[in-house]
């Protein structure tokens, strides 16, 4: 592809993004029925690119394992056992309707049950890495510890029972030391985000979405 | 004056400060990208998590395993997954040079379509297309955090990378993955805004808040994106700036500040 | 005597023996009830009858679990008192999750009580597009969605006839963990009250969301706050259930990491002399 046609490509895009962006923000800071109009049709447009993402990311992975089963790649069998059940789904979620008590039944009993028995061994993984971590050597971990320690027991109905103020000590903790730390985090998040964004717009990200480099 | 009649009519009710806020930011960010195109340069202190990534390379090439990256359970949109493929191009492409493999593994399929892209550019920039494998250096686990965790925890197992980089959104799926990152001894780098309080238990250096941010411009060693950085601490500043006024506004028992913020 | 350096096996091992005693030897452990979930149970009781709450968010089915507790014995309170729900779903599991919550609540009439379909509750479908689908919907529920999640036309189901925007939305109950959404959109600026049935995990994350906005957002937490609407709605089930394993679960986590400092300041004197 030429230079110039994909200097093109790239900086209609991006002018089209810029249009999108300002019609959404007009819309949310301006008073503007014209205005408010075109940014919910957008809403709208948004939704229908995210549905077709979802249709994009079957076909991308379906393209990806029949490729590697083809060439019997690395863990062949089981690319053909994900194929399989993808397809299988489908087909099954398209004639029961997601909605269906057999499709809610097969749906439970096997992806949530697997699921679920992850998140169960959450705490085996959390508690043998609690004993290995919070060793208290340093002021720091010292706070660490004693931070983890008092809001995993104010939180414990076994010393709520017999001890009420526990909950309004938690309720303080929660609401401000730790709420101070998130929201320092959250807004430098957000503006650090904010700023990416600019940087990808402008087109200065080297990274994942080069806009310059030639493809 | 912000709020007569006519600008009532113009602007939405409640966002003027709001909408200036924004100007404002657009703004600082403009004049640090201007700066940065006059060949005006800042210095970014030296970020630990960072030179444990350099240090990781080098750690990676003397034992002969592999560099693996994680950039989480979310899709192209979220900053943090953007972040982390920076930081995932550069790395890809320093081992590369060097020969040494670094392989990823993500959950959201256009994540797995840019990845692959990264690699490929990787190797050529490197000088090597000819050993880029499709499929080799890039695994899906599953468009689900569990899967994902569990796969990735697998994969850790199998491959026994020497460096292990958490770059993106995560949730729960880090405590499983970074437990087992610790059991084969790899160092663990991580960098995330939501799940913090899990990536500092399970990693060894750690980006905090926007560092994340900050190491994608800083790693790519470009002028301009490390002004961009530069801007965004001007905006701390002021937002800083602004809570203090408010907290002392508000502890003189003045609303001042709470109401121009609402305006 | 020495404490020994305890492998993840010997954790996990412990672990489980905790868990499976106290699933099979009920302990009854007690637990206090909180002011706010008692004031989200007064608010749900003094909405009037006919009232519309939406039920939604993004999903993780697994982790909603959690909030499956609070959520169930919501549901037969509302069933009591006449109100009527629109389930809408933000995220790709969450479909699923308000069947089995509204399954297992036993609200419908095919299962023994007074909801029918359309007329009392309905399901929409999975929305994507995140921030983009909240604003759609609050604006004009009938243009972001046109059919419910079994394809039946809006217009045709009688409560869809009567709720077409945010406004004719009287509170918003989030059952999962990206509340921060429904704060922004729902809350904050459609001035619609949010309850927050929210996980252990993300009550920590989201609960200075209740100083910022008081006597709008309410929040449960976890299991315990599960057991403790099950209390108060008198229907034991999945809260109840787990506030054992719960209580002592939490005395083990602290119990492990005495444990590894004990450990570590025991062995301290032999890394001493090794490091020398």
């Known amino acids: ?215 | 004056m912000l709020t007569s009649a006519f600008t009532e009519q113009i602007f939405v009710s409640g966002k003027v400060f709001e909408l200036i806020t924004a100007m404002i930011v657009a703004i600082l960010t403009y004049v640090a990208y201007n700066y940065g195109k006059q060949g005006r340069t800042w210095e970014i202190r030296q970020l630990d998590a960072l030179e444990a990534i350099y240090d990781g390379i080098g750690r990676a090439a003397e034992t002969g395993r592999p560099i693996l990256m994680l950039p989480g359970i979310s899709n192209l949109g979220n900053p943090q997954t953007l972040a982390g493929l920076t930081l995932f191009g550069e790395i890809s492409q320093r081992s590369a040079e060097i020969g040494v493999d670094a392989i990823a593994s993500a959950s959201n399929t256009a994540v797995i379509t840019a990845t692959e892209a990264i690699v490929r550019g990787a190797y050529t920039a490197a000088g090597k297309p000819e050993m880029y494998e499709p499929g080799k250096y890039v695994r899906w686990f599953g468009a689900d955090q569990f899967a994902y965790a569990v796969g990735a925890a697998g994969q850790i197992m199998a491959t026994k990378p020497s460096v292990i980089l958490y770059a993106g959104y995560f949730l729960f799926d880090v405590i499983v993955s970074g437990d087992t990152g610790s059991r084969v001894g790899a160092v663990q780098i991580g960098g995330t805004l939501g799940s913090m309080e899990m990536i500092s238990m399970m990693c060894d250096h750690i980006f905090i808040g926007e560092e994340l941010y900050a190491a994608s411009a800083v790693i790519t060693k470009d002028e301009m994106a490390i002004a961009t950085v530069a801007g965004q601490d001007w905006i701390k500043l002021l937002a800083a700036g602004l809570m203090v006024l408010g907290a002392l506004f508000s502890m003189a028992g003045s609303d001042a500040i709470l109401n121009l913020i609402g305006v | 005597m020495k404490i020994p350096e305890l492998s993840s096996r010997t954790i996990w091992a412990v672990v489980m023996i905790v868990y499976i005693v106290t699933c099979t030897i009920p302990i009854g452990a007690s637990f206090e009830m909180s002011d706010i979930t008692i004031e989200i149970y007064e608010f749900i009781d003094d909405l009037p009858e006919g009232s519309v709450v939406f039920i939604g968010g993004s999903a993780v089915f697994a982790f909603d679990l959690e909030s499956s507790a609070s959520l169930i014995a919501c549901l037969k309170q509302m069933e009591r008192k006449n109100l009527r729900i629109v389930c809408a779903p933000f995220g790709v599991e969450a479909v699923q999750f308000h069947k089995y919550c509204i399954d297992a609540s036993g609200v419908m009439e095919s299962r023994g009580g007074t909801w029918v379909y359309g007329v009392d509750y309905v399901q929409l479908p999975y929305m994507p597009g995140g921030a983009a689908a909240y604003v759609a919907l609050m604006d004009d529920i009938h243009t972001a969605v046109a059919t419910d999640v079994a394809g039946t036309p809006l217009n045709d189901l009688p409560l869809m006839q009567e709720v077409l925007n945010h406004e004719d939305i009287d509170a918003w109950i989030c059952p999962h963990w990206a509340f921060d959404m429904i704060v922004r959109y729902v809350v904050a600026e459609r001035d619609i009250p949010g309850i927050y049935f929210a996980q252990a995990a993300a009550y920590a994350n989201y609960v200075p969301y209740m100083m910022a906005y008081p006597g709008m957002v309410w929040m449960t937490n976890g299991f315990l706050g599960g057991a403790q609407y099950e209390k108060l709605e008198g229907v034991p089930g999945l809260g109840t259930a787990v506030v054992d394993s719960y209580a002592i679960m939490s005395v083990v986590y602290v119990g492990f990491i005495i444990l590894g400092n004990i450990t570590m300041y025991q062995n301290r004197d032999e890394e001493e002399e090794i490091i020398q």
Request: glycine content about 6%.
């Open chain 1, 1 to 215: 592809m030429s230079k110039t046609l994909t200097y093109y490509r790239t900086y209609v895009i991006r002018a089209l993004i810029i249009i999108c962006m300002i019609a959404t923000l007009a819309s949310w800071y301006l008073v503007s029925p014209p205005i408010d109009a075109i940014a919910n049709e957008l809403s709208i447009w948004n939704m229908n690119i995210a549905t077709f993402t979802l249709f994009v990311g079957v076909i991308t992975i379906l393209s990806r394992y029949v490729k590697g089963i083809k060439e019997r790649a690395d863990n062949w069998v089981f690319m053909l056992y994900a194929t399989v059940l993808i397809v299988v789904w489908i087909i099954f979620g398209t004639m029961t309707g997601i909605y269906a008590d057999i499709y809610q039944t097969a749906f439970l009993s096997t992806k949530i049950t697997l699921h679920i028995s992850i998140l169960g061994q959450l705490i085996f993984f959390m508690t043998s890495a609690a004993y290995r971590l919070f060793r208290i050597r340093t002021t720091r971990t010292l706070l660490y510890a004693l931070c983890t320690v008092t809001i995993v027991l104010c939180n414990s109905p076994l010393l709520l029972g017999p001890f009420p103020i526990v909950d309004k000590i938690s309720f303080w903790l929660l609401n401000n030391p730790s709420m101070s730390g998130s929201r320092a985090l959250m807004l430098t998040g957000g503006i650090g985000g904010v700023v990416l964004a600019i940087r990808i717009l402008l087109g200065l990200e080297k990274g994942a979405l080069r806009a310059t480099e030639e493809l």
